[in-house]
């Protein structure tokens, strides 16, 4: 069955950097778009960035752009998010998913938590 | 950006009865809405896409109607495993958005 399990998550001063990794396993990685998003603690979702199956072509929420990088190594079956210059209200558990517009499946989460 | 607005934001219904959640985009989104189930501690779910086409495993008690800005997500009889926070969700276009979300919870 589809498995995506995040990893990467922590406890970052503001303004440092963080990647965050998801490994997929159970479906054929190369042939999907790929989402991260966001749930800020006791908050609803908010989608963050997709990238193609083959990483030809990349989206990104328009407060995130210019901060934040989608990426993916299809040799390894992973997805990458970069973080930098991250803020206090970057707090928030950042999910792996599958899809290219709507979503079939979701990871557990990685919590990342900005805090001085 | 198209902004996707839910009502109500807590909707209490009691077991066996139906639950209707409401779900309004800031401009056309055609069929491109999916629903999602999130129960507390855990990831989302899908459960509908394309307005009203279930998703693998999705109970027939779930049915989603509507299109262009209009969308419902009808549960017809509540089980206890329903009680929780549903989120719709635009790919008409860039940048996906999400509705804030309705709780639905038990009366």
């Known amino acids: 069955q589809v498995q995506l399990v995040e990893s990467g998550g922590g406890v970052v001063q503001p303004g440092r950097s963080l990647r965050l990794s998801c490994e997929a396993s159970?479906?054929?990685?190369?042939?999907?778009?790929m989402h991260w998003v966001r749930q800020a603690p006791g908050k609803g979702l908010e989608w963050v960035a997709l990238i193609w199956y083959d990483g030809s072509n990349t989206h990104y929420s328009e407060y995130m752009k210019g901060r934040f990088t989608i990426s993916r190594d299809n040799s390894k079956n992973t997805l990458y998010l970069a973080l930098s210059s991250l803020r206090d209200e970057d707090t928030a558990v950042y999910y792996c998913a599958r899809g290219t517009t709507y979503i079939d499946s979701w990871g557990q989460g990685t919590l990342v938590t900005v805090s001085s | 950006e198209i902004v996707m607005t839910q009502s109500p934001a807590t909707l209490s219904v009691s077991p066996g009865e139906r639950g209707t959640l409401s779900c309004r985009a800031s401009?056309?989104?055609?069929?491109?809405l999916a629903w999602y189930q999130q129960k507390p501690g855990q990831a989302p779910r899908l459960l509908i896409h394309g307005a009203s086409t279930r998703a693998t495993g999705t109970p027939a008690r779930f049915s989603g109607s509507g299109s262009g800005t209009e969308f419902t997500l009808t549960i017809s009889s509540l089980q206890s495993e329903d009680f929780a926070v549903y989120y719709c969700?635009?790919?008409?276009?860039?940048?996906?958005?999400f509705g804030q979300g309705t709780r639905l919870e038990i009366k």
């Open positions: 401009q056309s989104v055609n069929s491109n």
């Open positions: 969700q635009q790919y008409e276009d860039w940048p996906l958005t």
């Open positions: 159970g479906f054929t990685f190369s042939s999907f778009g």
